[in-house]
């Protein structure tokens, strides 16, 4: 995905038409399905595209669904350039190190569905994504991450800072600066810097 959380984070090419729920979503397969869609579709950098993962009702949770989306694009371009750079293992390496999830990780995540509600596990993570259908479709519930937050303002810019990274270090793979070690090491201090500062 380069979905981002675990805290969720996305990614990659064509266009939109998220998959309809059914009789098959009460085993997990509607959710996987509309996860792995948004990993295919969202490519570097775009947020737009992300954003239609989220479900965000009021303001708050709306601003919030932009900062995951904002970075969604930018773990995409990161993926991108570390793919063309070092091969699809070490792109998945270097998103993870960000806590992004993987294609690999949609796939072996559990999910337990209760009616309109779907909780989602990924491999190595602690918190549990909250999925809900809305019409037909599923996406990430915006109001659940927002509940277990105390300062969502902290958590946007935190997020903001984790894109600013991984779009640097993108850059800085591409153009031969960085080896896959030295953009790990790179992505795991601005990770930890972007969520130890207090604004």
Same mark, same amino acid.
């Given at each position: ?41 969202? *490519?570097?950098? =775009? %947020? !737009? ?7 965000? $009702? +009021?303001?708050? /949770?709306?601003?919030? @669904? ?20 070092? *091969?699809?293992? =070490? %792109? !998945? ?7 992004? $999830? +993987?294609?690999? /990780?949609?796939?072996? @995540? ?90």
């Amino acid at each position: 995905m380069r979905t981002m959380l675990a805290l969720v984070v996305l990614m990659a090419v064509p266009a939109l038409a998220a998959p309809k729920a059914s009789r098959v979503d009460e085993d997990g397969s509607g959710q996987r399905a509309a996860l792995l869609m948004y990993d295919k579709i969202v *490519g570097p950098n =775009e %947020a !737009d595209k992300a954003l239609g993962l989220y479900q965000a $009702t +009021t303001t708050r /949770e709306k601003a919030l @669904a932009a900062a995951l989306a904002n970075c969604d694009g930018a773990l995409a371009n990161l993926h991108q350039k570390a793919e063309a750079k070092f *091969g699809a293992a =070490e %792109a !998945d390496r270097l998103v993870q190190v960000l806590d992004g $999830t +993987t294609k690999d /990780e949609i796939n072996a @995540a559990k999910i337990s569905v209760a009616g309109d509600s779907a909780t989602v596990v990924f491999p190595k993570s602690s918190n549990p994504t909250t999925m809900v259908r809305v019409d037909r479709d599923w996406k990430i519930s915006v109001k659940a991450i927002a509940q277990q937050v105390s300062d969502l303002r902290g958590l946007r810019k935190a997020l903001g800072r984790v894109a600013v990274a991984a779009n640097d270090v993108a850059t800085k793979i591409e153009g031969g600066q960085l080896n896959a070690d030295g953009a790990a090491k790179a992505l795991k201090s601005a990770y930890a810097a972007a969520f130890k500062r207090a604004d």
